[in-house]
């Protein structure tokens, strides 16, 4: 695509919307002053904030909706609310409008619509959930992370080319290294879907990059750039892995005020928690990406700031600007090829 393209957004997603998204569009503005956003939501609400921040005005078409999808609405009602500002900011995705869209809102309700309006790609059984997170070696692709429960064979071999294409286009890696989650990193570990997803990325394109089975502590250690699992399994580790952050940062808070001489050490450490604290800082990791749908899914956690959402909307301009569906579709077509050869011809 050429660099200017539209980005369809739910300003009425997230908790402290539509404030929060508002202020994270000027700052994604001032980052590309070429953006241009598709700001779709209740105009009553949104004109007094717009008129408040210039670059984020400048770079927004308003389209009026009174309806939103609240946090706790069910995906089949908020399928049947076609009025809600999550819902025409998708259509706008369907219809070529906009090239990405970029939402706070309700994940389940987002999910369901992403599929019915959207749909997947060809030659994608099921989208997944990826997202970006920290670890010993730099940052590290994790999918999937909830999208599906239960997964099969074929489902996570796409998901490691997805996986493949998303670590190049948003962490810029040439070859990203790529594992599926087992409990041993053993062959013969595992169930037979996860040794036989092992057995058709060791011969398709990425076999090179292939490094077999890595298990849970290996998110954290960096042990390859990517982490290929079914979302339950997925989503459980996420969760762990945001508790277990939460739980130290609770525990080095307690122990820096427990005495006098521990808040002199905090004093003198502070510098290297300051950069601890960035470098952790859920913001820098926001926007988990719906991979496999036929258009850019971009969501952002519900509760984050105007930092927070800006990063999702960049995120969401990577996989514009680089080309990710195409590349996915390249990718896929490829496997497609690999599945051929694998059917023995009918006599």
């Given amino acids: 695509m050429s660099a200017a393209f539209t980005l369809a957004i739910d300003a009425m997603g997230g908790d402290a919307a539509p404030g929060m998204v508002i202020e994270g569009l000027e700052i994604a503005a001032e980052r590309h002053p070429e953006a241009r956003f598709l700001l779709v939501g209740n105009e009553v609400a949104l004109r007094p904030l717009l008129a408040g921040h210039k670059r984020a005005a400048h770079a927004c078409t308003l389209r009026h909706t009174p309806d939103l999808v609240s946090g706790d609405m069910k995906p089949a009602a908020a399928v049947r609310l076609r ?44 989208p997944a959930m990826a997202a970006i997170g920290p670890s010993a070696r730099g940052d590290v692709v994790m999918l999937d992370l909830g999208a599906n429960v239960a997964c099969d064979t074929r489902n996570l071999v796409e998901f490691a080319v997805m996986g493949d294409v998303f670590a190049r286009t948003v962490l810029g890696l040439t070859a990203p290294s ?46 390859t750039d990517v982490i290929v699992t079914d979302g339950f399994t997925g989503n459980v580790a996420l969760k762990t892995g945001e508790g277990a952050l939460k739980l130290i940062g609770d525990l080095l808070r307690q122990v820096f005020r427990s005495s006098i001489a521990a808040r002199i050490a905090y004093l003198l450490a502070r510098p290297g928690l300051d950069r601890l604290r960035e470098w952790l800082d859920p913001r820098r990791y926001n926007g988990a990406v719906m991979l496999g749908l036929n258009g850019v899914v971009v969501k ?12 999702a909307v960049d995120v969401a301009m990577d996989m514009v600007v680089h080309r990710f569906n195409e590349q996915i579709r390249d990718g896929m077509a490829r496997i497609g090829e690999l599945r051929a050869e694998a059917v023995p011809a009918t006599p």
Avoid: C, Y
Avoid at 97 to 115: F, I, P, Q, Y
Avoid at 300 to 311: E, M, N, Y
């Fill in 83 to 126: 009025t809600s500002s999550m819902r025409m900011a998708i259509d706008a995705v369907a219809s070529g409008e906009a090239a990405g869209v970029v939402s706070a809102g309700n994940t389940g309700a987002l999910l369901a619509l992403a599929k019915i309006v959207i749909k997947t790609l060809p030659g994608i059984d099921r």
């Fill in 178 to 223: 790529i594992g599926l989650l087992n409990v041993g990193s053993e062959e013969l570990k595992g169930d037979e879907q996860l040794r036989e997803a092992a057995e058709l990325l060791r011969a398709s394109h990425i076999a090179r990059q292939f490094r077999g089975f890595v298990e849970g502590h290996d998110i954290a250690a960096g042990t």
């Fill in 300 to 311: 952002s956690h519900g509760g984050t700031d105007a930092q927070g959402f800006a990063h």
